[in-house]
T-cell receptor, first 114, second 113 residues
Framework: AQSVAQPEDQVNVAEGNPLTVKCTYSVSGNPYLFWYVQYPNRGLQFLLKYITGDNLVKGSYGFEAEFNKSQTSFHLKKPSALVSDSALYFCAAQLSGSARQLTFGSGTQLTVLP | EAQVTQNPRYLITVTGKKLTVTCSQNMNHEYMSWYRQDPGLGLRQIYYSMNVEVTDKGDVPEGYKVSRKEKRNFPLILESPSPNQTSLYFC????????????FGQGTRLTVV
């Protein structure tokens, strides 16, 4: 069975500083990896995905993520955090070729302090 | 506008009273699914559907039913709701290719008393 872990329930960072939200996965096979963001009282919004190719993928709102196959990680990063980035972030995995839907991590609440 | 629409957004009901949460998408997506979101547990899949009349259980299907009679609609049915089904529910859809991102509805906050 595939699983996704987000080891930090909460991440606090000062505005202007770089941020990292961690994600590791356990999937037998080649995974597709996704990051979603959830703002209060809203549904999940897609940020970025890794399918194949370059290990560094760029997404919406200046976010990027680095795929590391040896460490089975897919950490979300941003060089300079904004207060408006404060939200709940979910990492998710989809086994390539699988009919199953996404497997999500437990979520990380990011708070950017002014 | 491409979207997934859930109704209602908020619902308070009593134990045992049957209810249906509707989900509709206008993107002609083959795949649809239902998740519940609980604090500290992330999103867990309840049921999913690969196409019309094709549905299968996710990770937490107990106490729920679904149907997929039309491509655009995927209602979630709670025949006899219980308090442990109090949660935030999301419907999602995506195209058939597994490397495409999913589109989510706005969520339905259900309280069962």
């Amino acid at each position: 069975a595939q699983s996704v872990a987000q080891p930090e329930d909460q991440v606090n960072v000062a505005e202007g500083n770089p941020l990292t939200v961690k994600c590791t996965y356990s999937v037998s096979g080649n995974p597709y990896l996704f990051w979603y963001v959830q703002y209060p009282n809203r549904g999940l919004q897609f940020l970025l995905k890794y399918i194949t190719g370059d290990n560094l993928v760029k997404g919406s709102y200046g976010f990027e993520a680095e795929f590391n196959k040896s460490q089975t990680s897919f950490h979300l990063k941003k060089p300079s955090a904004l207060v408006s980035d404060s939200a709940l972030y979910f990492c998710a995995a989809q086994l390539s070729g699988s009919a199953r839907q996404l497997t999500f991590g437990s979520g990380t609440q990011l708070t950017v302090l002014p | 506008e491409a979207q997934v629409t859930q109704n209602p957004r908020y619902l308070i009901t009593v134990t045992g009273k049957k209810l249906t949460v509707t989900c509709s998408q206008n993107m002609n997506h083959e795949y649809m699914s239902w998740y519940r979101q609980d604090p500290g547990l992330g999103l867990r899949q309840i049921y999913y559907s690969m196409n019309v009349e094709v549905t299968d259980k996710g990770d937490v299907p107990e106490g729920y039913k679904v149907s997929r009679k039309e491509k655009r609609n995927f209602p979630l049915i709670l025949e006899s709701p219980s308090p442990n089904q109090t949660s935030l529910y999301f419907c999602a859809s995506r195209p058939q290719r597994s490397n495409t991102e999913a589109f989510f509805g706005q969520g339905t906050r259900l309280t069962v008393v």
